[in-house]
């Protein structure tokens, strides 16, 4: 009787793992950067949204406490109407985007950053508009990057694969018979969008839709690299949360030129309409 149950746990250990190969999926199309690249999904997007929102509130709600939501009219006039921009031509990479519950808000504070969670749940930190003096062109390479994020599903993915890790140990603790807990996604997002950088994957993705993004919406998308430039004379080698230290910078100056003036047509013809 011991034989068997063991080996029912270890056969549904196998049918869990293979399991997750068959969550792979494209979230966005490719556009004309050509970002293409299966991912693993396990979670409901639902459930990542629910979740974001959640984290949101609350770190909306803590900002305002204390004085620092939205507190300078004319930057959150200027950032909102940069987004109506940018909103509209996600359908570029999703259908499905525009219609998202997208929120923009401003919280002041001295630190370089912004961010988007999924859904479309957006800060931007004073700190990155003052600091940088940044051009509408260039907070539009901001914002365009991180909503990039939110269309590719990257804060999704990351916590799809801390699921397939706890997965994997729930699978390893019901081979030997231990129990496991559940996880709090909320918190999650909180910590994969404020506190952990992006992957080389995910930021080359972000960078390449985001310099698209701002051509769509008539932005001049090389905004992107004197934004990175700006970004290297102001942080040296440790650039904000919202940027990876990876790539390189070198290499990343480069990739995004390449990619800004294949999207430059497109930043042309938006300028005409």
């Keep these: 009787m011991k034989a068997s149950s063991s080996c029912t746990r270890r056969s549904l250990a196998v049918l869990s793992l293979l399991a997750l190969t068959a969550c792979a999926t494209q979230t966005t199309a490719p556009g004309a950067v050509g970002v293409e690249r299966r991912q ?12 974001a929102d959640q984290s949101y509130r609350k770190i909306l709600s803590e900002a305002k406490a204390k004085g620092l939501l939205n507190r300078d009219p004319a930057e959150l006039a200027r950032v909102r109407a940069i987004g109506a921009r940018l ?9 499905d985007a525009p219609r998202w519950q997208w929120e923009i808000n401003v919280i002041e504070s001295g630190e370089v950053n912004a ?3 999924p859904g479309g749940k957006i800060a931007v930190y004073s700190g990155l508009i003052d600091k940088l003096k940044l051009s509408d062109a260039e907070l539009a390479a901001v914002m365009g990057h991180e909503i990039a994020h ?6 999704r993915e990351r916590a799809s694969q801390e699921q397939a890790a706890s997965l994997g140990l729930s699978v390893l603790g019901a081979v030997a ?3 496991s807990g559940a996880i709090d996604l909320a918190s999650i997002i909180t910590d994969l ?4 950088p992006n992957s080389r994957a995910h930021e080359t993705e972000a960078d390449r839709i985001g310099v698209e993004l701002a051509a769509r919406a008539a932005y001049d998308p090389h905004a992107a690299i004197t934004l990175w430039q700006k970004m290297q004379a102001t942080g040296g080698s440790q650039p904000p949360q919202w940027l990876s230290t990876h790539p390189a910078h070198d290499s990343r100056i480069a990739d995004l030129k390449i990619f800004a003036d ?9 300028r005409q309409r």
Excluded at 40 to 51: F, G, K, N, W
Excluded at 87 to 95: G, I, K, L, N, S
Excluded at 193 to 196: F, G, K, P, V
């Design 115 to 117: 961010w988007c969670m």
């Design 262 to 270: 294949r999207v430059e047509p497109l930043y042309l013809a938006a």
């Design 177 to 179: 018979g231990l129990g």
């Design 193 to 196: 969008t404020l506190l952990r």
């Design 87 to 95: 909103v509209p031509v996600t359908a570029t990479f999703r259908a």
């Design 150 to 155: 939110a269309l590719r599903e990257h804060g």
């Design 40 to 51: 693993m999904l396990l979670i409901p997007s639902a459930e990542v949204d629910r979740a």
